[in-house]
């Protein structure tokens, strides 16, 4: 059930890519950069139209596009507070692996 992340808020460290993300409904989701590693500019914040699907309990494939283009796939594993983040940005795929916990 992806309504369990409305309302909540979560960081997200992969590194130097540091984010928070804020669930809005189980289709919307504004997200901060903290830190934008070269790949954005520290301090952007969007709002975006996601798909959540639950994989099981409390993991979850979430996915979007961005307002440049770029696409996003995470695979949130709240249980164990990792992260794994698939970004395609101007041509280029990022895999990325961290760390996610509620705020």
């Known amino acids: 059930m ?58 979850y494939l979430v996915s979007w596009r961005e307002a440049t283009g770029a696409t996003v796939v995470h695979v949130e594993d709240l249980a164990n507070s990792t992260l794994h983040s698939n970004v395609t940005l101007d041509g280029r795929l990022y895999r990325l692996h961290g760390t996610v916990k509620e705020i």
């Open 2 to 59: 992806t309504a369990q992340l409305v309302g909540r808020t979560f960081a997200a460290d992969l590194g130097q890519l540091q984010v928070r993300s804020t669930y809005e409904s189980d289709t919307r989701m504004t997200f901060t950069v903290i830190r934008g590693a070269g790949m954005t500019t520290d301090g952007h914040t969007e709002t975006v139209d996601v798909e959540i699907v639950e994989i099981r309990q409390q993991v």
